[in-house]
């Protein structure tokens, strides 16, 4: 490559990566104002006073599974027929990871219980204490901060599936994703055990 090639490759690098920050920005950053994010965090500085640039990015190889209702109808079917003991709603949120526990009573009627809450500093030390810090980084941010390792992240959140669901509970967890886009709550959807997927379906997050 020339010199000018060289430059101009450069170039576009640093253009791709703070696009690729600025859009982890606005999805975690839901008050979308470019001054109350911290200047230092975007690679290639601050994004433009009232720009948007969230476009969709392929982020992996497939897609999300689509949602079907029919799947949430067979896994309360499953339980109340009692062809399983319980169903574990597991969700990957910003802030959290939230577990519900749904069994039946005496008379066959779905119950749920707060199954209890892991924050994600738990689950995976090496992501960022600080609570903006941590929902960019959860959007697939990179900026400034230490890098997470896509690998020990994926160890992480493997692990937590092991000693949080254990394996009698494999086949009757359903995962629920609510925020397509946020690149490792989505990658968290796809280190899952074998279980059922169910996509709810809400408004788009915007900033």
Not at 57 to 79: E, N
Not at 102 to 113: K, M, W
Not at 173 to 187: E, M, P, Q
Request: net charge positive; aromatic share 8%; with cysteine.
């Amino acid at each position: 490559m020339t010199e000018a090639e060289q430059e101009s490759a450069t170039a576009a690098l640093r253009a791709a990566e703070h696009a690729w920050d600025v859009r982890a920005a606005e999805l975690a950053f839901a008050d979308g104002d470019c001054a109350s994010r911290p200047a230092s965090l975007l690679r290639g500085g601050p994004a433009e006073p009232g720009g948007r640039t969230r476009r969709p990015w392929p982020l992996y190889p497939g897609k999300l599974p689509v949602h079907d209702s029919a799947q949430g109808r067979q896994a309360l079917a499953d339980l109340i027929d009692g062809h399983v003991e319980a169903l574990l709603f597991v969700e990957f949120t910003p802030d959290r990871i939230n577990v519900i526990k749904a069994v039946t009573d005496a008379y066959g009627i779905p119950r749920q219980t707060d199954a209890g809450t892991t924050k994600w500093t738990s689950a995976v030390p090496s992501l960022d204490r600080r609570p903006e810090f941590l929902r960019f980084q959860l959007a697939g941010g990179i900026g400034t901060l230490p890098v997470t390792g896509r690998r020990d992240f994926d160890k992480a959140v493997t692990r937590w599936f092991r000693e949080f669901l254990p394996p009698p509970y494999a086949r009757s967890i359903v995962l629920v994703n609510r925020r397509s886009g946020w690149a490792l709550l989505d990658r968290s959807s796809y280190l899952r055990p074998a279980c059922r997927t169910l996509p709810a379906r809400c408004p788009p997050c915007r900033p």
